[in-house]
């Protein structure tokens, strides 16, 4: 087996204490962006010495001076192993038993005469007590993030990084959870570059080590007037045969896009039809991994049983679903939809290819007196059950429907903003998709002037908590008693709707139908602001609150106003007038302990496919952030 030295002259080492003892050390091989020549090339690479069971296994396919297309794994011999990223350089496993293990992978090199490379692995049945994942190519400035899994013996604070090879990187933060994961940017490379890292950790007795390696591609300088002015993931059209193959990645998701598409080159769904099939949306669908085309089609076929998302997908031009994409949302440059894998995988071998940085606006409106939690409950239970990252688990697809549900219900509504029903044929195809969107009258403004919200203070302090900006003297002062005066008499469904009309008209259309389709409902609290390490919800005092409040009589017209006109085949009147009143949550108590308020469940409930009422393991921070409004560029 090849694996990767240290080098013993160039090697530089550098040490970040980061949280709670975890120590990491970052090492940098080498000063230049070119690989490991100790690697040799023109080969198929495993960087690990020793090969054990329940330990990460990467193959690389490292060609630096070469283009390589056509790229095709296969296992042939060993216990079945599933390779969700067939077509890359680098695939990954964890074998659960010893054994031979046998891949073959065929390529092009420079576009020239298909070539074949076999690798035989052999796997000790010893298991290993620490597993790091996921190996993957990215291209240079691309985001990474690898975490480790540590069996229960071992001592956490005795865990260690070391980068051994590559350009240095710097490991901007740990997951906020402790869970043991990094994350840092891929360095800008001339060719392909491995970085490979050794990560170690002690039981007391035995010290273990994994290696896990990332390959850098190089990309092209990003232009300035570019519309992703980020290095954005390697994607490809789910349907291969795709009408709109040839359209699709760079009208939606590239680096190279500086203009926004025509109509022409890329227009709504509802071209297809008023009835879209299932075809009809996946022959729009771009991904990273193969997987997430495959469960957003099963959503589709299994869990659209009111058509509501075929209804409103008609407002939109393409779906992109990508490992880097964090959080989801709607983009009218593109007319594209953006949704985020977490609400896809349902193997955690699906879930290692997801990166999983922290949410940027983790710590807005932190040097607030409140906070403002919200859940989607079911039962007195949450609608959604979390797990661990720490753990292996392999969940139900139903588990994951209510979150995606309200997740495509808000952002779908921002596309039927854009593109109302009533403007679907009126644009000329020739006419860019960003100036089709935006000579629209916007129906938010309307219900904004129609039946404004009335708190211009609670306007203020969603642009700290949302968009990042500083809170003066006066803000910083408020009490929840003071947010309860301003935000209850007023007809907000949630602190997030005060953060522009288009979210205040999405949010009203998302949580009527939660509760109208799924019997799902909504809670909203003001409470204290924690400080410290160790949050819990359990430390989220509720000052006031309530479950359901798009049943509050103020409300129930805004509703009427966004539903009608998002999805006019929805009877939205009905639903509002069935609608019950809202449950207050308990003041003084704490938010887990508000979870249980509602009467006995109604028998008349949607029932998924075998659904099972599992406890949630409660977030260390209820304060989550789903949504996000892409700013629309300017040209």
Known sequence: MTYLK??????TIYCFILIAGLSLTACNGNSGASSDTSVGINTIIVIDTNLLTDQSIELILFYPDDHLSDINWQQTAGEQVNILATNTKVISFTPSQSGSYSFTVNFSVNNGVPQTLTKTLIIESINNKIATRLAHTVLNGNKVSLRTSLNASIITDTLQWQQISGPQVSFSETDTQGHLAVFFDAPIVEKDTLLNFKVSASDGGTT???????????APVISSNAYFDTQVAKVFPYNSSSPYKDELVNCVYSNTLSSSCTL?????????????????????????????????KAFLINYDNHEDFKRLLRATTAIVISYDIRPSFYWAATGAIYLDAENFWITPQERDTINEAP????????????????????????????????QRITRNSDDSFYRLASLLYHELAHANDFFPSSEWFMHNEQTRILDAATSTDFESDQLSVALPLQSQIMRDLAQVSFAGEKANTTQKSYQTSDIKTFFSPDSATDYYAYSSFREDYAMLFEELMMQSRFQVFRDVAITNQPVGSNISSQDYIVSWGQRGRIGETLIKPRAAFSATRVLPEFDSNSALATLPAPIALIEGKDWLENLTISPSPSVNRRKLSNTKIRAPQEQLNPVSYQYYQKPLPTH
Not at 6 to 11: F, G, I, P, T, V
Not at 208 to 216: K, T
């Open 208 to 218: 273990y080590i994994d290696h896990v390696a990332i390959l850098v591609e190089p």
């Open 6 to 11: 240290q080098h013993s002259a160039k090697l």
């Open 359 to 390: 949410d940027y606006r983790a710590n807005f409106g932190n040097e607030l007196q409140f906070a403002m939690p919200w859940r989607y409950v079911k039962n007195n239970a949450y609608a959604t059950p979390s797990f661990s990252k720490a």
């Open 264 to 296: 022409a080159n890329l227009p709504l769904l509802a071209s297809e039809g008023n009835e879209l099939t299932v075809d009809d949306i996946m022959n729009r669908v771009i991904v990273s991994h193969a997987w997430m085309g495959d469960r957003f």
